[in-house]
Nanobody, 124 residues
Framework: QVQLVESGGGLVQAGGSLRLACAAS????????MGWFRQAPGKERKFVAA????????YYADSVKGRFTISRDNAKNTMYLQMNSLKPEDTAVYYC?????????????????WGQGTQVTVSS
C-alpha cells in the first residue's frame, strides 16, 4: 500500500515562502511521476506542478510558473514544492499525488495515490 505524507504547510504573509515535502512509502518511488494539486475552499482540486520519474521533466500551472519549483530526491523517497512570492490566492489545501506512470501529466485521474493534504494560508 502506498502512503504519501505531506508536510511544511502553514500560515505565511504575502510575498513569503514555504517549502512543502511529500514523503512516500510502499512502492518504488523512483519509478513514477509525481504531482502537486491544490484545492481552495468551495473550489475544485486543481493541478499545480508535476515532475517525471527522474526529475528531468517538470510542468507547472500558469498561475504558479516562475514562483514555484517542484523537485524530488529519489534516494529519500521525497518530493518537494518550493513556493516563493506567495499570494493570498495561493491559499488552499495542497495534495501530493503519485502518477500511474513515469511521465508528467496534469490530469488528476492519471494519479492513483494521494496524500491527506497540508493547509497553506497566505495572508494579505
Amino acid at each position: 500500500q502506498v502512503q504519501l505524507v505531506e508536510s511544511g504547510g502553514g500560515l505565511v504573509q504575502a510575498g513569503g515562502s514555504l517549502r512543502l515535502a511529500c514523503a512516500a512509502s510502499g512502492r518504488t518511488f523512483s519509478s513514477y511521476a509525481m504531482g502537486w494539486f491544490r484545492q481552495a475552499p468551495g473550489k475544485e482540486r486543481k493541478f499545480v506542478a508535476a515532475i517525471s520519474w527522474s526529475g528531468g521533466s517538470t510542468y507547472y500551472a500558469d498561475s504558479v510558473k516562475g514562483r514555484f519549483t517542484i523537485s524530488r530526491d529519489n534516494a529519500k523517497n521525497t518530493m518537494y514544492l518550493q513556493m516563493n512570492s506567495l499570494k493570498p490566492e495561493d491559499t488552499a489545501v495542497y495534495y501530493c499525488a503519485q502518477n500511474r506512470g513515469m511521465v508528467v501529466t496534469t490530469s488528476s485521474n492519471k494519479y492513483n495515490y494521494w496524500g491527506q493534504g497540508t493547509q497553506v494560508t497566505v495572508s494579505s
